[in-house]
């Protein structure tokens, strides 16, 4: 799962994808820049506190001890109010936790208190993704897309990349290839690449999905590998071997 952030960075700490505001700035370095797993905020003497509880949020999350991660979520609110920070902080724990519909919730409201946040819109449209509502995640993709494409280049690729995978989950294979290009591009980013990636293995065409899967990890970084194939596991098209990394299963079902 990816956590976005307004400093943006994209992690994969569960099979989900969620972006989280207490992130750094993206990148302007080669394919995948920005794409990297979420680091705890750092430890100023400002906020070291609020470093400490978010960071300790998580991690009881990924734990799988959503109680005692959400009672860290509430010291949290008692501290800072119900800001935007607070429900993104909730929303990405209840995600961990495996609540889907209560972190859609969660970051509902952020985005009633920060109507243009993508971070609240990409990590909403995720827990429909998680859900099912591939229709609906799509179209909040969609406006991710369109807002992020000048600012942050990188999230309006995942954001596609989604879209992609949305639209395949429906089985609408026009819709879906109509957002990939049709001729191998000279350099690609990762989301192109990995989205022609799944557009093969939904064509049946293992051969090829499995080819680019092997090109894609000799271009790009475990990290972004991983963060790309975690929707391929939320999908339940493969699982992740005792290396962590991500196989097709046999046949696309």
Known sequence: MATISRFVAVSTLISVSLISFAEEKPSSGGPGAGLGRIQPPAQTDGKS?????????KERATEGKLAEALDIVERYRQAKGETAQYFEL????????????????????????????????FNRAETMMLLGRYAKAESE????????????PPIADLARFKRVACFLA?????????????????KESPA???SRMMVAWVRKDANEANRLLAEARK????????LYT????????????????????????
């Open 49 to 57: 506190g609020d470093a400490q509880l978010i960071a300790e949020a």
């Open 90 to 121: 909730k929303g990405t724990v209840l995600t961990l936790g495996k609540d889907y519909e209560a972190a859609e919730k969660a970051f509902g409201e952020l985005l009633l208190r920060a109507p243009d946040s993508y971070v609240g819109r």
């Open 141 to 152: 993709f969609a406006i991710v897309e369109r807002d992020q494409s000048a600012l942050a």
């Open 170 to 186: 429906q089985g609408k294979m026009l819709e879906a290839s109509g957002l990939v290009p049709p001729v191998k591009e000279a």
């Open 192 to 194: 192109l690449f990995y």
């Open 219 to 226: 271009n790009f970084s475990r990290e972004v590998d991983d």
């Open 230 to 253: 975690d929707t391929f596991v939320e999908l339940r098209w493969g699982t992740r071997g005792m290396d962590g990394q991500f196989n097709f299963g046999l046949k696309f079902r």
